[in-house]
């Protein structure tokens, strides 16, 4: 990435300038303190008639002056090497942050692509998600059986003697799986008060809407909703669009 790079970049000038500042902290008070040391030894041989006494003197300022030289190049290069590792460290902190902070848009193109057969099954299983409750209503109630038949042919209170049958067969059914409650708890040709907090979704204002809630009406329809969710177990398996099978009764 580029703001990696660049956060490199910065990093190591400032761990570099922030260690070499730290370095001549060290390194000027240390080459002071041995410049004074040299001129204080040369002031001893001076002072020393003895020939073995000045001569080592002089030795040990030789050391010193040698020390000195050198003394200054090693440590610069140590700082150097300690600043090296932690800009290589604060380089993989940050590589590391920037892993996990990685968008999640990145990992699902990573994933695999739905193969057809795959694709092709899930729309099966949606079609017999839809026509589940269809089925069931046809097995429990004759439903579609009801819907195909020509009524034209049959007198009103036949048709209201087979109604009633297939009514209360399908009742039975969804109250067993859904048991259906009414969304307002009064009576239809009630005279009732839409407070300000009401659900548009759950509750359908018809008529001469205007203005701000709350709304002062008649109640229509009680609507309709859920109280349970009960449904068999899905099998997926033969013709997804099939309602219900036939029935063929051997001889």
Known sequence: MDWIKRFSRRSFLWVLFWNTLLCAALVVPAWLGLDVLLSLGKEAAALQPE?????RITELMGF???FRLYAVGVIYAVFF????ILWLCVRGSAKKAAALAAPPEKEEKSKPQVDEKSARQKQMDD??????LFSMLQREG???DFFAEDLSLYEDDQIGAAARGVQES???LIEKHFNPQPVLDHEEGEAITIEEDFDPAAIKLIGAVSGKPPFKGVLRHRGWR????EMPTLI????????????????
């Open 51 to 55: 020939a073995n006494v000045s001569a």
């Open 64 to 66: 010193l002056g040698g």
């Open 81 to 84: 090497l300690f600043s090296l």
């Open 127 to 132: 079609q017999r998600r839809a026509l589940l």
């Open 142 to 144: 004759r439903l579609m």
């Open 170 to 172: 399908c009742k039975k």
């Open 226 to 229: 859920a109280g349970r969710f």
């Open 236 to 251: 997926a398996q033969g013709d997804p669009r099939l309602i219900a099978p036939a029935e063929v009764e051997l001889e």
